[in-house]
Protein backbone atom coordinates (compact mmCIF):
# COMPACT_ATOMS: atom_id res chain seq x y z
CA UNK A 1 0.00 0.00 0.00
CA UNK A 2 1.10 3.13 -0.91
CA UNK A 3 1.64 5.26 1.52
CA UNK A 4 2.61 8.70 -0.54
CA UNK A 5 1.27 9.26 -4.49
CA UNK A 6 2.71 10.87 -7.13
CA UNK A 7 -0.44 10.19 -9.70
CA UNK A 8 1.51 11.98 -12.59
CA UNK A 9 4.61 9.79 -13.78
CA UNK A 10 5.36 12.77 -16.06
CA UNK A 11 4.46 16.57 -16.97
CA UNK A 12 5.41 18.29 -19.39
CA UNK A 13 5.48 22.29 -19.01
CA UNK A 14 6.33 25.15 -21.64
CA UNK A 15 9.41 27.14 -20.29
CA UNK A 16 8.15 30.40 -18.54
CA UNK A 17 5.08 28.91 -17.63
CA UNK A 18 3.74 27.41 -14.09
CA UNK A 19 4.94 23.64 -13.20
CA UNK A 20 2.45 22.14 -10.89
CA UNK A 21 3.32 18.89 -9.63
CA UNK A 22 1.15 16.97 -6.85
CA UNK A 23 1.31 14.45 -4.14
CA UNK A 24 -0.98 12.77 -1.82
CA UNK A 25 -0.61 10.87 1.69
CA UNK A 26 -2.70 8.71 3.52
CA UNK A 27 -0.78 8.36 6.87
CA UNK A 28 -2.49 11.42 9.39
CA UNK A 29 1.30 11.07 11.46
CA UNK A 30 2.88 12.40 8.93
CA UNK A 31 3.63 16.07 9.56
CA UNK A 32 7.03 16.63 7.57
CA UNK A 33 6.86 17.06 3.98
CA UNK A 34 9.73 17.35 1.05
CA UNK A 35 10.44 17.79 -2.35
CA UNK A 36 13.50 16.25 -3.78
CA UNK A 37 14.75 16.69 -7.70
CA UNK A 38 16.78 14.33 -9.55
CA UNK A 39 18.79 14.53 -12.64
CA UNK A 40 19.71 11.36 -14.80
CA UNK A 41 23.03 9.64 -13.05
CA UNK A 42 22.77 11.30 -10.14
CA UNK A 43 21.52 11.11 -6.48
CA UNK A 44 18.18 13.27 -5.27
CA UNK A 45 19.15 16.97 -4.09
CA UNK A 46 16.69 18.41 -1.53
CA UNK A 47 14.51 21.07 -3.14
CA UNK A 48 11.87 22.43 -0.36
CA UNK A 49 10.59 21.45 2.57
CA UNK A 50 7.05 21.67 4.78
CA UNK A 51 6.03 21.40 8.23
CA UNK A 52 2.40 20.59 9.03
CA UNK A 53 2.54 23.45 11.11
CA UNK A 54 2.05 25.30 8.07
CA UNK A 55 0.35 25.28 5.08
CA UNK A 56 2.99 27.15 2.75
CA UNK A 57 6.59 27.66 2.76
CA UNK A 58 8.68 29.74 -0.49
CA UNK A 59 11.89 29.83 -1.91
CA UNK A 60 12.51 31.49 -4.96
CA UNK A 61 10.81 29.61 -7.72
CA UNK A 62 10.02 27.40 -5.49
CA UNK A 63 6.77 27.33 -3.51
CA UNK A 64 5.33 24.24 -1.80
CA UNK A 65 1.51 24.26 -0.71
CA UNK A 66 0.08 21.66 2.02
CA UNK A 67 -3.85 20.80 2.23
CA UNK A 68 -3.64 18.87 5.59
CA UNK A 69 -7.49 18.48 5.38
CA UNK A 70 -7.20 16.70 1.88
CA UNK A 71 -3.75 15.24 2.56
CA UNK A 72 -2.05 17.03 -0.31
CA UNK A 73 0.64 19.00 -1.23
CA UNK A 74 1.82 20.08 -4.74
CA UNK A 75 5.33 21.95 -5.65
CA UNK A 76 5.02 25.15 -7.76
CA UNK A 77 7.68 26.22 -9.83
CA UNK A 78 7.27 29.81 -11.74
CA UNK A 79 8.60 30.61 -14.17
CA UNK A 80 9.84 27.11 -15.21
CA UNK A 81 13.21 26.71 -16.54
CA UNK A 82 14.67 24.03 -19.03
CA UNK A 83 17.11 23.29 -16.35
CA UNK A 84 13.94 22.06 -13.67
CA UNK A 85 13.14 19.11 -16.13
CA UNK A 86 14.19 16.14 -13.90
CA UNK A 87 12.25 13.57 -11.67
CA UNK A 88 10.50 15.27 -8.65
CA UNK A 89 10.11 12.76 -5.69
CA UNK A 90 7.73 13.96 -3.24
CA UNK A 91 8.52 12.22 0.78
CA UNK A 92 6.82 12.00 3.82
CA UNK A 93 7.94 11.34 7.33
CA UNK A 94 6.06 11.77 10.96
CA UNK A 95 9.15 13.12 12.57
CA UNK A 96 12.44 14.15 11.14
CA UNK A 97 14.43 10.85 11.61
CA UNK A 98 14.98 9.66 8.03
CA UNK A 99 13.94 6.46 8.56
CA UNK A 100 10.48 7.33 9.13
CA UNK A 101 10.79 9.22 5.26
CA UNK A 102 8.42 7.68 2.75
CA UNK A 103 9.07 8.33 -0.94
CA UNK A 104 6.51 8.64 -3.72
CA UNK A 105 7.75 7.15 -7.17
CA UNK A 106 8.25 10.59 -8.45
CA UNK A 107 6.94 12.81 -11.71
CA UNK A 108 9.09 13.24 -14.75
CA UNK A 109 9.50 17.01 -15.59
CA UNK A 110 10.33 18.25 -19.18
CA UNK A 111 10.05 21.77 -19.60
CA UNK A 112 10.24 22.83 -23.36
CA UNK A 113 12.19 25.76 -24.61
CA UNK B 1 32.73 20.74 -0.38
CA UNK B 2 31.26 18.40 2.14
CA UNK B 3 29.31 15.86 0.70
CA UNK B 4 28.74 12.11 0.02
CA UNK B 5 30.39 10.76 -2.41
CA UNK B 6 29.46 6.70 -3.73
CA UNK B 7 31.85 4.59 -6.13
CA UNK B 8 31.84 3.52 -8.21
CA UNK B 9 29.12 4.85 -10.48
CA UNK B 10 28.52 2.32 -12.09
CA UNK B 11 28.80 -1.44 -11.26
CA UNK B 12 28.35 -4.62 -13.19
CA UNK B 13 28.49 -8.32 -11.77
CA UNK B 14 27.44 -11.57 -12.43
CA UNK B 15 24.51 -13.84 -11.10
CA UNK B 16 25.71 -15.04 -7.41
CA UNK B 17 29.25 -13.37 -7.72
CA UNK B 18 29.50 -11.19 -4.47
CA UNK B 19 29.92 -7.09 -4.69
CA UNK B 20 30.44 -4.33 -2.65
CA UNK B 21 28.87 -1.10 -2.90
CA UNK B 22 30.88 2.03 -0.93
CA UNK B 23 29.65 5.33 0.18
CA UNK B 24 31.88 7.78 2.04
CA UNK B 25 30.80 10.93 3.61
CA UNK B 26 32.73 14.56 4.70
CA UNK B 27 29.70 15.66 6.69
CA UNK B 28 30.14 14.25 10.16
CA UNK B 29 26.64 13.29 9.88
CA UNK B 30 25.47 10.27 12.34
CA UNK B 31 23.18 8.71 10.42
CA UNK B 32 23.98 6.58 7.16
CA UNK B 33 21.02 5.40 4.91
CA UNK B 34 21.05 3.05 2.20
CA UNK B 35 17.83 3.02 -0.20
CA UNK B 36 17.54 0.65 -3.60
CA UNK B 37 15.95 2.45 -6.10
CA UNK B 38 14.55 0.68 -9.27
CA UNK B 39 13.33 2.31 -12.37
CA UNK B 40 10.03 4.45 -11.86
CA UNK B 41 9.76 3.54 -8.05
CA UNK B 42 10.05 5.28 -5.44
CA UNK B 43 13.65 4.76 -3.54
CA UNK B 44 13.21 2.08 -0.86
CA UNK B 45 15.22 1.75 2.50
CA UNK B 46 17.09 -1.05 3.18
CA UNK B 47 18.85 -0.28 6.10
CA UNK B 48 20.29 2.24 8.34
CA UNK B 49 23.10 3.22 10.66
CA UNK B 50 22.88 5.72 14.00
CA UNK B 51 26.49 6.09 14.55
CA UNK B 52 27.39 2.20 15.18
CA UNK B 53 23.97 1.25 15.94
CA UNK B 54 22.26 -0.88 13.04
CA UNK B 55 19.19 -0.81 12.08
CA UNK B 56 17.71 -3.28 9.27
CA UNK B 57 14.30 -2.76 7.62
CA UNK B 58 11.80 -5.92 8.07
CA UNK B 59 11.72 -6.51 4.32
CA UNK B 60 15.40 -6.20 3.62
CA UNK B 61 16.56 -9.46 1.92
CA UNK B 62 19.14 -11.04 4.12
CA UNK B 63 21.13 -11.53 1.02
CA UNK B 64 21.88 -7.62 1.77
CA UNK B 65 24.38 -6.51 4.72
CA UNK B 66 26.18 -3.50 5.51
CA UNK B 67 29.04 -2.28 7.62
CA UNK B 68 30.02 1.17 8.96
CA UNK B 69 33.76 0.96 9.97
CA UNK B 70 34.10 4.06 11.07
CA UNK B 71 31.71 8.01 10.97
CA UNK B 72 32.98 8.86 7.53
CA UNK B 73 32.00 4.78 5.68
CA UNK B 74 29.61 3.09 5.41
CA UNK B 75 29.28 -0.08 2.82
CA UNK B 76 26.62 -2.27 1.23
CA UNK B 77 27.53 -6.00 0.73
CA UNK B 78 25.14 -8.01 -1.88
CA UNK B 79 26.60 -11.45 -1.18
CA UNK B 80 24.54 -13.56 -4.15
CA UNK B 81 23.50 -10.55 -6.46
CA UNK B 82 20.41 -11.54 -8.59
CA UNK B 83 19.07 -9.90 -11.26
CA UNK B 84 16.37 -8.43 -9.51
CA UNK B 85 18.91 -6.75 -7.24
CA UNK B 86 20.02 -4.11 -10.78
CA UNK B 87 18.91 -1.03 -9.38
CA UNK B 88 20.26 2.25 -8.49
CA UNK B 89 21.81 2.06 -4.84
CA UNK B 90 21.28 5.41 -2.48
CA UNK B 91 23.60 6.27 0.16
CA UNK B 92 22.00 9.23 2.70
CA UNK B 93 23.52 11.01 5.34
CA UNK B 94 21.51 13.19 7.93
CA UNK B 95 22.63 14.75 10.79
CA UNK B 96 21.16 15.13 14.03
CA UNK B 97 19.96 19.22 13.91
CA UNK B 98 19.14 18.37 10.41
CA UNK B 99 16.16 17.58 9.38
CA UNK B 100 16.33 16.89 5.19
CA UNK B 101 19.23 13.57 3.84
CA UNK B 102 21.95 14.37 1.94
CA UNK B 103 22.04 11.58 -1.13
CA UNK B 104 25.25 10.77 -2.59
CA UNK B 105 25.35 10.30 -6.68
CA UNK B 106 23.88 6.61 -6.36
CA UNK B 107 25.64 3.52 -7.77
CA UNK B 108 24.21 1.50 -10.39
CA UNK B 109 24.21 -1.85 -10.62
CA UNK B 110 23.56 -4.75 -13.15
CA UNK B 111 23.63 -7.68 -12.83
CA UNK B 112 24.78 -10.17 -15.82
Known amino acids: DQQVKQNSPSLSVQEGRISILNCDYT??????FLWYKKYPAEGPTFLISISSIKDKNEDGRFTVFLNKSAKHLSLHIVPSQPGDSAVYFC????????????FGPGTRLSVLP | DAMVIQNPRYQVTQFGKPVTLSCSQTLNHNVMYWYQQKSSQAPKLLFHYYDKDFNNEADTPDNFQSRRPNTSFCFLDIRSPGLGDAAMYLCATQGDSNEKLFFGSGTQLSVL
Open chain 1, 27 to 32: NSMFDY
Open chain 1, 91 to 102: AASAGNYGQNFV
